[in-house]
């Protein structure tokens, strides 16, 4: 489910993946980049989130 939320809103995935402090930096900058590129930066950020979760599931595996 979190994959889902990572493509409609990065940052809030980011936050709810337990990365609360990258969560909160993130969302202004992804606010500005889709205002100011139109959205051509969104894959980005939603590479970065699928990454934070991939990262924060194996990581609780591996625990």
Known sequence: ????LAILLPPLSI???GRVI?????APIW???????GGLTHPMFVLLAW???FERRNAHLRD
Request: no cysteine; proline share 0%.
């Open 31 to 37: 606010i500005l980049a889709l205002i100011f590129s």
């Open 22 to 26: 990258l969560g909160i930096v993130i």
């Open 15 to 17: 936050f709810l993946a």
């Open 51 to 53: 990454f934070v979760i």
């Open 1 to 4: 489910m979190n994959y889902l």
